[in-house]
């Protein structure tokens, strides 16, 4: 019966709503016709019964029909001129061309970087292609938005796993091979464009340390390209992801600066409006102006205007010309996981924000925090269902770390904004802007870092599905409705008495700052603990044994390497091993000497490790057959390369990557690294209870009389799960059946063993 009431409810507000606003209906059935594209007319059928249904009168209901239809063919012919391209006779071929960078390079798996760029020479001038180029290629210094760059490489089809890209009007994959700056950069309105953010960005970051500048790059200009893996994850796990993105909140931030300066001056609503509205179409293309900004600016703008709005129905009108704006841009948008979020996020602020942020008012809160709070607990009501269907993951920390965070994200906005105003003028004048800006910085990698560790900080849920996805939607609005239709009781305190909702707010906040306040990281093991850490496809070993640390490789990059140490209680590792120069063994490790301190490096890369040091000052000694290193009780054996001045042309660096043997007490330990038995066949081994098997399980004839020779107690493969090299292969794992304990990294994520009192144990699992 409640529910029925709920529904009635519904229809007959919705009802009214549409008899007053009948522009509301036609807005609806535009939104509707882009959405539905090639699909309208089962579009037309559904929205035929919906319109008479709503409305009850037969010509609005035509009229909508008509509207719909206009919007699919509008969608039609939108992704008939996007998807044209003059590329299509070209896959498959090598090319060379001058391009135009629109956006600073990603990092990808195994030392990939990809960015999005702009043909602009030749067959398909004009259009845009994604660059991809391998480790091995060098990319021009400070790569930027707008750098003219000339390019040599083979065309390729977009693939599944590139869908995203294809959303953004990709047309092709440049896989390139060389790639040369020509010196020139783009003119016009963009290159000017280009100049301000470039000083910008100098301004963001200058005088305050690189973790805090590439926060700051990500907040203001939706730059996150320079975040670390861990800074990333844990603003991911604790629901803050957000603020790192371009986002239609930040945008309302910086217009909300706006308009308080504009009262400050004595302007009128109106003159407000529009200079913060003219900010919003500054912000966008200078941040990068890619589909997310574009997307954020206008639901940026659309907020706006329905914040300023004295009634609710201008509101919706505002959100839903913001979605057939966004729409029309790109009828691929809403595939976006970030608009839907974006669509998801600004409906239920409107239809939850105001009564909500008043009856919390009515209850005692003050009007920041009760605001504060209504804002963060409506937007994650709003986003919960999607973030499950797409992610498979919950956040159950992220009301509280938002209303927790919403004083810094606002600090870092709005001087981030003022520093990179005055940077155009005078850098130095930026400075202390900056100054103020990075204890904000400081503070909010704190919150998301204290806040990631705690053990319910993220849940994993199972996919809904779009039925369940549309039937939990359904019931938020029931919800919402039963819940703004309930009678709104006045509370009235007694003299002397503290209003209950206050003093819940207190004690809840008191509560959740304690919590963060003794979230201490994790302590290292008092006993021996051998960790082959869970990194995909590479290696990285961690040995323990109380404050003493050794890491060999430090696995791909793009991983969580970093988080992964600190959990296991790494504060600084006493011997960071890299055995050979291979991506899959050192590509996280500019990232790791960056994060956590390091005493010694041995370079098993023939000198390798120089490129790092450089940057990351730390002691380093090339590997050395005999060589012997301490950390604590661990002992640390080279059993292999014999250094020789310079490895012969072609040599295989497989066949010089340093092999261990690792002793501690009467526990002993082979790490071979990627070499296999025609290189440690020929070496005198120690007997040993536990060895990693070498490259990964990859084929090796030899790998059983090794076994037979070695008679290891416990066999560990460091594998990635669905990799595209058949690791580990069939025949090494017949060899491997002699062995008690078999573990593999792609099945049983992170193997540790412990020993204590000199008996050997096997945990799997994160």
Do not use: C
């Not at 600090?411 to 520093?419: D, F, H, R, S």
């Not at 005078?426 to 990631?452: C, E, H, K, N, Q």
């Amino acid at each position: 019966m409640k529910a029925a009431l709920g529904w009635r409810d519904v229809l007959t507000a919705t009802r009214e709503i549409l008899r007053r606003h009948p522009r509301h209906l036609l807005l609806a059935a535009l939104v509707v016709g882009l959405l539905t594209g090639p699909r309208a007319p089962l579009a037309l059928a559904v929205t035929a019964v919906a319109a008479v249904a709503l409305v009850g009168r037969p010509l609005p209901a035509v009229a909508a029909l008509a509207v719909l239809l206009a919007g699919a063919v509008i969608a039609d012919a939108r992704l008939a001129a996007l998807d044209r391209t003059a590329l299509r006779p070209l896959l498959g071929r090598d090319v060379e061309a001058r391009v135009t960078l629109l956006e600073h390079p990603r990092l990808r798996m195994f030392g990939t970087r990809v960015a999005a760029a702009r043909l602009a020479s030749g067959p398909g001038a004009g259009e845009r292609v994604v660059l991809r180029a391998p480790a091995r290629v060098s990319w021009p210094a400070d790569p930027a938005p707008g750098m003219a760059l000339r390019v040599r490489g083979r065309l390729a089809p977009l693939r599944a796993f590139d869908a995203h890209e294809r959303r953004r009007n990709a047309h092709a994959v440049l896989r390139t091979e060389l790639i040369f700056a020509t010196g020139g950069r783009r003119a016009g309105l963009l290159g000017a464009l280009d100049r301000v953010r470039a000083r910008t960005e100098r301004a963001l970051t200058s005088g305050i340390p690189p973790p805090q500048g590439a926060l700051a790059r990500g907040m203001v200009l939706g730059q996150d390209a320079a975040l670390t893996t861990d800074v990333r994850e844990d603003f991911r796990t604790t629901g803050l992801a957000h603020l790192v993105a371009a986002s239609g909140a930040n945008v309302l931030l910086l217009a909300t600066l706006v308009l308080a300066l504009g009262a400050a001056i004595g302007l009128g609503l109106s003159g407000r409006l529009l200079l913060a509205l003219a900010l919003v179409a500054l912000y966008v293309p200078l941040a990068g102006g890619g589909p997310s900004i574009q997307r954020a600016g206008i639901m940026g703008a659309a907020g706006l205007v329905a914040a300023l709005a004295g009634r609710p129905a201008s509101r919706w009108y505002a959100l839903l010309l913001a979605a057939a704006l966004t729409l029309i841009l790109s009828p691929r948008a809403a595939e976006d996981p970030g608009w839907q979020l974006s669509f998801a996020a600004v409906v239920a602020l409107l239809a939850l924000v105001p009564s909500l942020s008043a009856r919390l008012r009515r209850g005692g809160l003050p009007r920041g925090l009760a605001e504060a709070t209504a804002v963060t607990a409506a937007a994650t009501i709003g986003t919960a269902p999607l973030i499950a269907l797409h992610f498979e993951r919950l956040s159950l920390v992220s009301l509280p770390v938002n209303v927790l965070a919403a004083p810094a994200v606002a600090t870092v906005m709005w001087l981030g904004t003022i520093a990179g105003a005055v940077g155009q003028i005078a850098p130095g004048l930026a400075a202390p802007f900056t100054a103020v800006m990075a204890m904000a910085l400081g503070y909010l990698t704190w919150l998301a870092d204290r806040a990631a560790m705690l053990p319910f900080a993220e849940l994993a849920v199972a996919s809904p599905g779009p039925l369940t996805l549309l039937a939990l939607y359904g019931g938020i609005a029931l919800a919402v409705v039963a819940w703004r239709r309930r009678p709104r009781p006045e509370f009235t305190p007694g003299p002397g008495r503290v209003r209950r909702p206050v003093a819940f707010a207190v004690i809840a906040m008191l509560g959740i700052a304690t919590l963060l306040a003794t979230a201490r990281p994790a302590e290292p093991p008092r006993d021996l603990t051998v960790s082959f850490l869970d990194i995909g496809q590479g290696d990285a070993t961690l040995i323990q044994h109380g404050r003493a640390t050794v890491l060999v490789d430090a696995g791909p990059p793009g991983t969580r390497l970093v988080a992964q140490l600190r959990a296991a209680g790494v504060r600084r590792i006493d011997v960071l091993v890299l055995t050979h120069d291979a991506l899959d063994h050192t590509g996280a490790a500019a990232e790791l000497l960056s994060a956590i301190p390091v005493a010694l490096v041995l370079d098993g890369e023939e000198g390798g490790a120089d490129r790092l040091t450089a940057r990351h000052p730390v002691r380093r000694v090339a590997s050395d057959a005999g060589q012997v290193l301490r950390a604590g009780p661990i002992e640390l054996r080279v059993l292999w390369p014999r250094r020789v001045p310079r490895a012969p042309p072609g040599a295989e660096p497989n066949d010089r990557a340093t092999v261990l043997h690792v002793r501690d007490g009467d526990f002993d330990l082979l790490l071979t690294a990627d070499a296999e038995s025609n290189v440690t066949a020929t070496l005198d081994l120690p007997a040993i209870e536990a060895m990693k098997v070498a490259h990964h399980g990859s084929d090796d004839p030899g790998l059983a009389g090794l076994l037979t020779r070695l008679r290891p107690h416990v066999a560990v493969i460091s594998v990635g799960a669905r990799n595209t090299y058949g690791h580990p292969t069939p025949a090494t794992l017949a060899a491997l059946r002699g062995v008690p304990v078999v573990r593999r990294t792609d099945r049983d994520e992170t193997v540790r063993l412990r020993i204590r009192d000199g008996r050997m144990g096997v945990v799997t699992g994160r």
